[in-house]
Structure formats: C-alpha cells, structure tokens
C-alpha cells in the first residue's frame, strides 16, 4: 500500500516493553579507595566498568562512591517520532536495507547482492572494509535469519568474503622505450 508514504506517527512505548523498570538493586555503593586501586577514577556522569558489567557513577562522597548498573533508559517511555519515506518493494534493495541496519558505517550499495535458483539463493559479496570486523560472523547469522524471515522464498543465504590481488603497476624504463 503506497498510501502510508509521507504519514507521520508517534508511537509510545513503557518501560515493560522496552528497557524494563528501574531496579534499586542494580544501584551499588562502593569504596572510593577500591575503585582507585583498580585504576578506575569515579566521578559523576562518568559510565564505568565494574566486574564486567557498565555503570554510571551516580556520587562520590565521603569515600564512597554510588554506581547505578541499570540501563540509562530504564524506567522510562520511550517515545519515538517518525516518518515513513518510502517502501522498499525490490528484494535486492531489502537485503541492501537489512545489511545497513547492522553495518552503518558503510552505504548500502557496497554490498553486491546476487539471486540464484529463482530467487531461492542470495550471494552476497562481503567488502574488504568489513571482513575482518570481529562481529561480522554474528551480524551474516542475523541478517540471513532476517533474510528468511522478510523475504518470501529464500531458501539459502551465501556470503562471499573476496579478496582480489592488486594490479602492479608496470613499469617502463626510459631506456627500454628507446631500444
């Protein structure tokens, strides 16, 4: 339906669907002195890691420091704004899309996309610039699930890691020109 092309909506969405409520118990209190033998210097605002996991140091006083380890956005709706633009109909231009959703820092179109076997097949050509990004194994297993999930018929996802050697510039000597 291209009706829903330049509709504008908001949407709402509480604290249970999105982030969760605020927990009291993932508010922590902790000794000034500890944290600074472990190389760590609190001051508020500052999001620090402790244990593995991130906080936002709420105070520091009188030794003690006070560390938050809820997500910034707990406890809060969420309320988002937007636009509809346009509605992708090709299925190269949605697999284009599903990709830039998890890599943004390259355009869309450095990806080249294939169908084989009447569609049922999908290669796509994987650029340098992101093969040996350490999560690129776990963004190819969603976006194929992604890939099954939104686009009838696809049977298999292929991703193509290409390596292509430079071409050497040849070089001719002055005095080879003149033999």
Same mark, same amino acid.
């Given at each position: 339906?291209?009706?829903?092309?330049?509709?504008?909506?908001?949407?709402?969405?509480?604290?249970?669907?999105?982030?969760?409520?605020?927990?009291?118990?993932?508010?922590?209190?902790?000794?000034?002195?500890?944290?600074?033998?472990?190389?760590?210097?609190?001051?508020?605002?500052?999001?620090?890691?402790?244990?593995?996991?991130?906080?936002?140091?709420?105070?520091?006083?009188?030794?003690?420091?006070?560390?938050?380890?809820?997500?910034?956005?707990?406890?809060?709706?969420?309320?988002?704004?937007?636009?509809?633009?346009?509605? %992708? *109909?090709? +299925?190269? /231009?949605? @697999?284009?899309?599903?990709?830039?959703?998890? $890599? =943004?820092? !390259?355009?869309? &179109?450095?990806?080249?996309?294939?169908?084989?076997?009447?569609?049922?097949?999908?290669? %796509? *050509?994987? +650029?340098? /610039?992101? @093969?040996?990004?350490?999560?690129?194994?776990? $963004? =190819?297993? !969603?976006?194929? &699930?992604?890939?099954?999930?939104?686009?009838?018929?696809?049977?298999?996802?292929?991703?193509?890691?290409?390596?292509?050697?430079?071409?050497?510039?040849?070089?001719?000597?002055?005095?080879?020109?003149?033999?």
């Amino acid at each position: 339906m291209k009706s829903d092309i330049g509709v504008e909506s908001t949407v709402e969405v509480p604290p249970e669907k999105a982030y969760g409520p605020r927990d009291p118990n993932k508010v922590k209190v902790f000794s000034l002195r500890e944290l600074v033998r472990a190389g760590i210097t609190p001051e508020p605002g500052k999001v620090i890691e402790i244990g593995g996991s991130l906080g936002t140091v709420r105070s520091v006083s009188g030794g003690r420091v006070l560390v938050d380890f809820n997500h910034p956005l707990a406890g809060k709706t969420l309320i988002f704004h937007f636009k509809i633009l346009k509605r %992708i *109909e090709d +299925p190269i /231009e949605k @697999i284009q899309a599903l990709l830039h959703r998890r $890599i =943004k820092k !390259l355009p869309p &179109e450095k990806f080249i996309i294939k169908r084989q076997d009447e569609g049922k097949t999908i290669i %796509i *050509e994987v +650029p340098k /610039e992101v @093969i040996t990004d350490r999560e690129i194994p776990i $963004i =190819k297993a !969603l976006v194929a &699930e992604e890939i099954f999930k939104y686009i009838e018929g696809v049977e298999n996802v292929i991703y193509l890691d290409k390596f292509t050697k430079k071409k050497e510039e040849t070089r001719v000597e002055e005095s080879s020109k003149k033999s």
